[in-house]
Structures are given as C-alpha cells and as structure tokens.
C-alpha cells in the first residue's frame, strides 16, 4: 500500500527553538497533507491542511505564525513548530491521500516532540 | 460538542468476547466514515470502511444508519491481538479531511 514517510520519530528540543517535521509521501503524489496533533489519551486533533503550491488552511485555534506550514511539491509537506514551548509536548502525525482521490488517508509513523 | 463522538473506554473484555463500540457523528456532511486502529504511541491505520449495507471482514462488522448519524463496530472472539485503541472517523469530500473520534481503548485479556 501507499507509504507515508514522517521524519524525525522523536526529538527533544529546548523552549524557544524551532523544529521541523518532514512528511513525505513516497510511491504516490499528495495535493493535500494533513497535520494532526494527538496528547496523550485523546484522539488526533485536525491542525492544518497543506496545500500543495498554495498557503495552508488552519483549523480554529490553531496559530499560523506558530505552526509554519509548507507543502512545496506534491510528495512533501513540512510542519515548523515556532518558539517551542513545553505545553507543544504532543505527538504530531501527518497524512496524505493521493491525486486520485481514492479516500483512505496513510499515515505518517508520527513524531513525538518533547520541549524542556 | 464533538463532531465524532465515541464511547468511554477502556473496555475490558476476556479472550473470546463479543464486543461493540458505538459512535455518533453531527454534521450529517459527512460523507463516508471509517474504523481505524491505532496501537499505543503509532500511527492510526485503517480497519475498515463502513457502508450503510454494512460490511464484514472475518470477526469484525460494521453498519452505518445514515438516519440516525450512528456507525458501530462489533468484534467477535476477540483476541488478544484485538487490544488497541479504535478510532471512529468521518470523511468529508470538501476539503477532503478526517474528523476523528476521541478512541475507544480495547484491552483483551487471557
């Protein structure tokens, strides 16, 4: 089946830097990206659609300046979290259907962020 | 109120049960809807689609009535592989996002 691949895993950062997290669909091309956040016991919360060669579309509540979204090709979406704060502790998974629409959506492995 | 809304778990269930989550959806946009499961600290991945005919695969069925905004997931004998955490999800084709529910945590025990 598709593949999605999510990088890094895990990553332990200092408040106030910045992170980047990779999404890379690998055998087939993605119009649109998915970015969920999920804390621990409760279900993946929609954060943003990534929009190929267009600005991201974020849910309410969500800061654009804080979560940078780009989707700069159609097999790769990346998510910036800004100024990173301890309570950005979340695990983050993207997701990604493919150009022909086909529903089911693939998931990245998801990236567990950690900010001391 | 959630859009996708499921049971409270845990459910704790001895190998071999029966066992049934329910989930209620409030946007009747919705469009399709699905089961996935999602096993601690992974990506979620898709159990099956849910049709208003209902469908079967092996022990697990799954029914949708459109009328009541209600789609249900029954496992039986349940294994110990079973233990996860199930995750009711609507699709919307505008915008083409998952909506997920809060999960319904499954344990099977010996």
């Known amino acids: 089946g598709a593949v999605v691949s999510q990088h890094p895993s895990r990553v332990i950062c200092k408040s106030g830097t910045s992170v980047k997290i990779e999404c890379r669909s690998l055998d087939f091309q993605a119009t649109t990206m998915f970015w969920y956040r999920q804390f621990p016991k409760q279900s993946l919360m929609l954060m943003a659609t990534?929009?190929?060669?267009?600005?991201?579309?974020?849910e309410q509540g969500v800061e654009k300046d804080k979560f940078l979204i780009n989707h700069a090709s159609l097999t790769l979406s990346t998510l910036t979290v800004t100024s990173a704060h301890p309570e950005d502790s979340s695990f983050y998974i993207c997701?990604?259907?493919?150009?022909?629409?086909?529903?089911?959506?693939?998931f990245g492995q998801g990236t567990r962020l950690t900010v001391v | 109120r959630k859009e996708v809304e499921q049971d409270p778990g845990p459910f704790n269930v001895p190998e071999g049960a029966t066992v049934a989550f329910n989930c209620t959806y409030s946007?009747?946009?919705?469009?399709?809807f699905f089961w996935y499961r999602q096993d601690c600290r992974k990506e979620p991945k898709l159990l099956m689609s849910?049709?208003?005919s209902g469908n079967e695969d092996g022990r697990f069925t799954a029914q949708l009535n459109r009328a009541s905004q209600y789609i249900s997931l029954l496992i039986r004998d349940s294994k110990l592989s079973d233990s996860a955490t199930y995750l009711c999800v609507a699709f919307y084709n505008q915008g083409g996002k998952l909506i997920f529910g809060q999960g319904t945590e499954l344990s099977v025990k010996p």
């Open positions: 997701s990604a259907r493919d150009l022909e629409g086909f529903t089911e959506a693939f």
């Open positions: 946007n009747s946009a919705s469009q399709s």
């Open positions: 849910v049709y208003s």
């Open positions: 990534s929009n190929e060669g267009s600005k991201a579309t974020y």
